[in-house]
């Protein structure tokens, strides 16, 4: 993951030489380069590490409680990253936006339902207290992952960085901090339910590299699965930068209507009607956040009144 990101800092070396040798002008006006370049890096340090616990915290959370509770309770981020924004940028949202972070949650949780209905899971019966302690992780990481957003707008829109090398150096930060953390992570046994690979710890990098090795189609996942993260980053930074956080995490939504679709047409999924519902309230969720339409309506529903 922080690789791909690290790619990121690549592209924007590469296009900050070429445009520098073509005019200082270009250099300053494009918006992949623009911005400010005299600035303490270690700023992206907190996010890098809010990214680093979330994404390792969610990941273990997804085996200890079901899929379905997994998708709804990640919708927690939506409201999470509009109460941050208060304090941080005192954005209040308005009763449009508030509506709309609700239907998105909505949605999201009607797409879960239907998980739960044609759930996949193992017909053995998790436990309640793992279930619950999973159910809690995954709400903290969304708690962590709000809290990353906020921080990159924050330092991205005040130090007015490149989108391209904020993400860059939030992956190198990332990068060394968890490859720090995975030796002593290779060692720390924790069995079931917590741990799946064979050797029963946290993590086995080892193993990792050798399926990469034995099975070329988890290699070519690996290489997509790290450039698609890169364009994913970056397009969520320049989001932030453009509008702002909650704008982000929502539209961030809309990509479980793509696993979706690909599930119906390549993974055999059924259809269900109650994931259709959930997708059209998730739609409109979005419309009504951005105001898509919605000023329209209440001008029409209520017309401004004609001074006599």
């Not at 680093?52 to 309770?73: C, E, P, W």
């Not at 998980?115 to 899971?121: G, S």
């Not at 060692?187 to 050797?199: A, D, H, K, R, T």
Request: charged share 15%.
């Amino acid at each position: 993951m922080f690789f791909g990101m690290i790619l990121n800092l690549l592209v924007f070396k590469i296009l900050y030489c070429v445009f520098k040798k073509e005019s200082e002008e270009k250099l300053e006006e494009h918006k992949l380069t623009k911005g400010n370049r005299e600035f303490n890096v270690l700023i992206f340090w907190l996010p890098a590490l809010c990214d680093m616990v979330a994404t390792s915290t969610i990941y273990i959370a997804l085996n200890l409680t079901y899929a379905s509770s997994y998708q709804m309770l990640r919708g927690a981020v939506i409201i999470f990253t509009a109460l941050l924004s208060y304090p941080c940028f005192g954005r209040v949202p308005n009763w449009r936006e508030i509506f709309g972070i609700f239907l998105v949650i909505a949605g999201l949780s009607a797409v879960g339902v239907s998980d739960y209905l044609d759930k996949q899971e193992s017909d053995d019966a998790k436990a309640t207290l793992v279930i619950v302690i999973g159910d809690v992780m995954v709400v903290a990481a969304q708690f962590l992952t709000a809290t990353q957003v906020i921080l990159e707008e924050k330092f991205v829109v005040a130090k007015e960085v490149p989108p391209l090398q904020a993400v860059g150096w939030e992956g190198i930060f990332g990068f060394f901090s968890s490859a720090l953390l995975l030796v002593p992570l290779c060692f720390i046994y924790v069995g079931e339910p917590f741990s799946n690979n064979s050797s029963g710890t946290m993590e086995d990098v080892v193993d990792g590299f050798l399926q990469m090795y034995n099975n070329w189609k988890i290699l070519v996942a690996t290489i997509v699965t790290v450039f698609s993260i890169a364009v994913y980053n970056f397009c969520g930074v320049t989001v932030s930068k453009e509008l702002t956080s909650t704008t982000r995490k929502v539209l961030d939504s809309l990509r479980v209507v793509i696993i979706w679709i690909v599930s119906l047409t390549l993974f055999g999924q059924k259809f269900q009607y109650i994931q259709f519902i959930g997708f059209i309230i998730l739609l409109l969720g979005m419309g009504f956040y951005n105001d898509l339409g919605c000023t329209k309506m209440k001008q029409k529903m209520f017309p401004p009144k004609q001074e006599e």
